[in-house]
C-alpha cells in the first residue's frame, strides 16, 4: 500500500511538472463572444468601427489586451483603418477572421453593422456553450486519475484495514 501511494506521488508529480513545463498558449476563441458584446455596445454607443475598435483594448480579456493595444496604437499613429484591421487578424488568428470581415466592410461601405455583430455574438455564445458541454463530459475521465490513486486508497486504509485488523485478532484470539 505505501508503494502504491509513493507510486502515486510520483506519477502525480511527473504529470504536473509535464503539465506545468508547457506554456499555456492563450484561448483567443473562447473570449470572443465578450469582444463581440464589447463591440457591440460600443458601436450601440454611436462609435464608427475605427474609434470602436482603438476603445477595444480598455474592456477586452487580458489573452486580448496586446494584439488590441498595438491595433489603437497604430490607429493612433495614423495607420489606415484596414491595415490594422489585417494586423490584428494577424495577431488574433483564424477565430477573429469573420469579426474581422465585417468590420472591414462597415468601414469600407459605411452600412449599419449592429444586426451583424447581433447574429456574431449569438454564434459565438453558442460556439462557446457547446464547447463547455464538450469539456463538461471530459470531466469525469479527468478526475479518473485523482479519484483511483488518492481516494480509493484511503478508502480501503480507512475502512478495510481496522475491519481486517479486527478479524484478525479475534481469530487468533480464539486459536490461542
Known sequence: MILLSILAAIGG????????RHARKPNISAHI????????????????????????????????YQPLLQAHTQLLNGTRFADAIQTLRIELGTSVYPLCDILLSADRDGLPITSVLDQLAYHAHLERQRMQ????????????????????????????????????????????
Open 13 to 20: 508529480g511527473l504529470f504536473f511538472r509535464r503539465h506545468k
Open 133 to 176: 458541454d464538450i469539456n463538461a463530459r471530459q470531466l469525469p475521465v479527468k478526475l479518473l486519475f485523482p479519484l483511483t490513486c488518492c481516494i480509493l486508497p484511503s478508502f480501503v486504509l480507512l475502512a478495510m484495514v481496522p475491519l481486517l485488523v479486527n478479524s484478525l485478532t479475534v481469530v487468533s484470539g480464539q486459536l490461542f
Open 33 to 64: 463572444p465578450e469582444l463581440l458584446d464589447i463591440l457591440l455596445v460600443l458601436v450601440r454607443a454611436g462609435h464608427g468601427p475605427a474609434t470602436a475598435v482603438a476603445q477595444l483594448h480598455y474592456w477586452a480579456h487580458k489573452d486580448l
